[in-house]
Nanobody, 124 residues
Framework: QVQLVESGGGLVQAGGSLRLSCASSGRTFSGDAMGWFRQPPGKEREFVAG????????DYAGSVKGRFTVSRDNAKNTVYLQMNSLKPEDTAVYFC?????????????????WGQGTQVTVSS
């Protein structure tokens, strides 16, 4: 059983930065592709960024490309999401997810394990 725990959310002004972390436990982290998703109030969960098991392949939603960076440290069993130039429309609960695969899935139902989420609020 995989456990994922996100941290690093909070309240930030527009233009600011946050770094989210997701710590994984329960199985070999380096075998999992990892995804970041977000769910704004009243909306569906959407893909933000993903990274392959070895960190060589990444994918981003168009709305965050150039502002967000996903990375991982397999020695620490942790995936990160560096968020820069934040906008009020980035306000959401952010989730990390894990899938044992060599590709980087972008659909929520492709992932097997989820964290509990961390709130990110960007004020204007």
């Amino acid at each position: 059983q995989v456990q994922l725990v996100e941290s690093g959310g909070g309240l930030v002004q527009a233009g600011g930065s946050l770094r989210l972390s997701c710590a994984s436990s329960g199985r070999t982290f380096s075998g999992d592709a990892m995804g970041w998703f977000r769910q704004p109030p009243g909306k569906e969960r959407e893909f933000v960024a993903g990274i392959s098991w070895n960190g060589r392949n990444t994918d981003y939603a168009g709305s965050v490309k150039g502002r967000f960076t996903v990375s991982r440290d397999n020695a620490k069993n942790t995936v990160y999401l560096q968020m820069n130039s934040l906008k009020p429309e980035d306000t959401a609960v952010y989730f990390c997810a894990a899938k044992r695969t060599v590709v980087v899935p972008t659909r929520p139902n492709s992932y097997d394990y989820w964290g509990q989420g961390t709130q990110v609020t960007v004020s204007s």
